[in-house]
Each structure stands twice: as C-alpha cells, then as structure tokens.
C-alpha cells in the first residue's frame, strides 16, 4: 500500500453507521403475510459490518421496485447516523432486477474499481457467471453507497475482500477530508 493511502487511512473513521437495505419481492411478499423472511445476504452485511466495528443504523427489506427503492434511499441517506448504504439484491439482469437502474443515475460520485474487481474476484470464485453482476458503487450526498447481488457468497466476497477494509478511508475521502 502506497504511503499516502496509508496516512488516509490512518485519519480516516474507524466506525460508520451502516444502514442495510434489501431488494426482494419474494421476502417482501413473506414480511406483508406476517412471516418472517430468511435475509441471509442482509444478515451477512450486518453482522459483518458490526463484527468490523461499525455501528448499525438501520435496516429495512423493500420489494424490487424502482418507486420503493428511491424512498427507502432518500430516508437512509437523510439520516445524520448513516454514513453508508449497503444495498443487497436487484443488481442482476433479470427484468425485475431495478437497483442498477434506479439508483446508478443518482450517483455523484462513481467508484467504478468496485464494481471492476468485484466482477474479477467473483470471476476466480464462480467463473463466468460474474459477468451477469451488476455490482456497483459511489458517493451520494457525501454518503457511499454500494449496490451488492443478493447472493449470500456475493454479499460476503464484497464485505470481507473490498468493503469492510476501505470502508473508513472512502467515508473520510466522501466527508472531504
């Protein structure tokens, strides 16, 4: 690691607030029918992130859908406690597959490494089915937001090898710092 990447990171955050978002009808439609839904892939993100010292400062399941995805961002995002959006599901190619499309347009800033080098640690793990990934990141309003599959093996193969260790120095970079 380069000598200046190591002085951001040591000025950076070492806790945010994480807020975890996740895209499924099929859990969704459980939750309207008083069930309780299995959110592996959500359950991963928090447990993770607070494993990792973060704090956890929200949590909600939507359907895929473009009108309840950009509500459940803009509530997120306008809390002062959250200073990342991790979103699970929706990031495929199927046509109920939204995230990409209603949330890409909104960002400020793009990180587009992650979505990069997700795709390419995917490729090692899954092989050519990483190309299907839609996976993607960047700042809104100072907050970073990434856009993870809704697999449970995506979802941590995102946290552990790319998130979680720059999760500190991209906030303090987003902040102005």
């Given at each position: 690691m380069s000598?200046?990447?190591?002085?951001?990171?040591?000025?950076?955050?070492?806790?945010?607030?994480?807020?975890?978002?996740?895209?499924?009808?099929?859990?969704?439609?459980?939750?309207?029918?008083?069930?309780?839904p299995d959110d592996v892939s959500g359950d991963i993100i928090e447990r993770?992130?607070?494993d990792a010292g973060h704090k956890i400062?929200?949590?909600k399941l939507i359907p895929d859908s473009g009108l309840m995805i950009?509500?459940?961002?803009?509530?997120?995002?306008?809390?002062?406690?959250?200073?990342?959006?991790?979103?699970?599901?929706?990031?495929?190619?199927?046509?109920?597959d939204v995230t990409f499309e209603t949330i890409y347009p909104l960002l400020e800033r793009e990180l587009p490494g992650f979505g990069e080098i997700f795709r390419r640690i995917s490729y090692?793990?899954?092989?050519?089915?990483?190309m299907m990934s839609r996976a993607f990141a960047g700042t809104i309003k100072g907050k970073a937001v990434f856009c993870l599959p809704g697999s449970p093996n995506g979802?941590?193969?995102a946290m552990e090898k790319l998130i979680l260790p720059e999760l500190g120095h991209i906030i303090g970079l987003s902040r102005g710092r």
């Amino acid at each position: 690691m380069s000598k200046v990447a190591e002085l951001h990171k040591e000025s950076s955050p070492a806790s945010a607030g994480v807020y975890v978002l996740t895209c499924s009808t099929s859990k969704y439609k459980q939750l309207q029918e008083g069930m309780q839904p299995d959110d592996v892939s959500g359950d991963i993100i928090e447990r993770l992130a607070a494993d990792a010292g973060h704090k956890i400062a929200g949590r909600k399941l939507i359907p895929d859908s473009g009108l309840m995805i950009r509500r459940a961002l803009r509530s997120a995002l306008a809390k002062r406690a959250v200073d990342v959006l991790i979103v699970t599901g929706g990031t495929g190619i199927s046509q109920t597959d939204v995230t990409f499309e209603t949330i890409y347009p909104l960002l400020e800033r793009e990180l587009p490494g992650f979505g990069e080098i997700f795709r390419r640690i995917s490729y090692d793990e899954i092989g050519s089915p990483a190309m299907m990934s839609r996976a993607f990141a960047g700042t809104i309003k100072g907050k970073a937001v990434f856009c993870l599959p809704g697999s449970p093996n995506g979802v941590r193969t995102a946290m552990e090898k790319l998130i979680l260790p720059e999760l500190g120095h991209i906030i303090g970079l987003s902040r102005g710092r």
